[in-house]
């Protein structure tokens, strides 16, 4: 064999150094996305959490009905927070009324990491909740949105003297008023107990708002991965009655 040829065969033999520099930079590179899978299909912390939106409304309710008998269960906060630190995966949505007598996870009965809850004086889809909401949705898979009103909800009862009366009320408050308008002034044309109305209308409004707010909450709601529905909490007794349910 001649010298040329020997030295042929040990460049074909040996690795340059280019490319073991690449060889390495691809080890690391797949190491990290490695790493990077592992974290995204870890279990989720409250595994008991991933519903469908049908189990989720239903536990849901489940968990109203033991508030209103008054036979709630004990939650292990201690260990539940420990369980959180690493992420979220709540059951349900909820966009409530700002109200103090209104408390959701109370409502429902629910631990710490179940609900993910946006609160607003009139219970009304912002921007910012639409959001929000979105954030539930898209990046913590949670099944279902519930819009929960409320008896005499006083940011519908200032709606409608605010429309009545044609006098805003001070502050930022008329933002406020803005977003109830619709549903106010649609129960006013009804007559009978408007409030109740405008309450009611408020919240399936909201409802529809959400349903349709693209590109993220329309496509779940009409792919069937989350379920939108409306609600009205009873001051007296605690009962939440569903309404717009779709």
Known sequence: MC???????????????RSLVHFTVSAVGLAFAGKAFAKETKPPPKPQNVLSPDASLKRLMEGNARYVD????????????EALVGGQNPFAAVLSCADSRIAPEYAFDTGRGDLFVCRVAGNFAGTETIASMEYAVAVLNTPLILVLGHDACGAVDATLKAIKDDKPPPGHIPSLVDAIAPAAKAAMQQGGNVLDKAIRQNVVDNVAKLKAAAPILNAAAEQGKIKVVGGIYRLTTGTVDLIAQG
């Open 70 to 81: 008054g036979v709630s269960r004990r939650h292990d906060f201690k260990h539940e927070r």
């Open 3 to 17: 010298a040329n040829c020997g030295r042929d065969h040990d460049v074909h033999i040996r690795p340059s150094r």
